[in-house]
């Protein structure tokens, strides 16, 4: 089994921003996913000296952010296919399902995105859409929330509201 932390929206200057709970999950992951919005880059940096990690930048990171990461990334985990963006144009939180899956095209099993800074797990087909809602809070989030992937034969994905 593989074990991912899934972290959006953290608007973060450092890891210390991190909930308790969320710094401990994160020290048990296989792999970090950071769909945008770091707005730190010591935060991205400390977030890639913790281990295995794969982030896309946000809407509101700053340029040293933007020239290190992609706007999307799609990858092989476990036989699955993940798709990850913020989207990185940001723009209006309606119709943004649709926006990221024909941003990342080739039918992914599983799509991550953040943005909204509000939590979302569904099923539409067989692609898992994954928004992680944000880690630290940040205005308009109501709760602090973020994702775990549990990947065996298949993928579990839960919200996990801290």
Do not use: W
């Amino acid at each position: 089994m593989m074990k991912v932390v899934v972290l959006s929206d953290t608007h973060a200057k450092d890891l210390a921003d991190l909930p308790e709970r969320i710094l401990e999950d994160i020290t048990k992951a296989d792999l970090i996913v950071h769909v945008g919005d770091y707005t730190s880059k010591m935060f991205l940096d400390q977030l890639r000296d913790l281990g295995n990690f794969k982030g896309v930048h946000g809407n509101m990171d700053p340029n040293e952010i933007k020239s290190e990461l992609p706007a999307k990334a799609i990858f092989e985990l476990m036989g699955f296919r993940i798709g990850i963006t913020h989207p990185s144009e940001g723009g209006s939180p309606i119709g943004l399902k649709s926006r990221v899956k024909s941003k990342l095209g080739e039918d992914p099993d599983l799509i991550i995105y953040g943005h909204t800074h509000k939590p979302a797990n569904e099923s539409e087909g067989r692609t898992i859409y994954l928004n992680p809602g944000s880690a630290t809070g940040a205005f308009p989030a109501r709760y602090k929330t973020y994702g775990v992937l549990n990947i065996r034969d298949k993928i579990e994905a839960e919200i996990v509201k801290v």
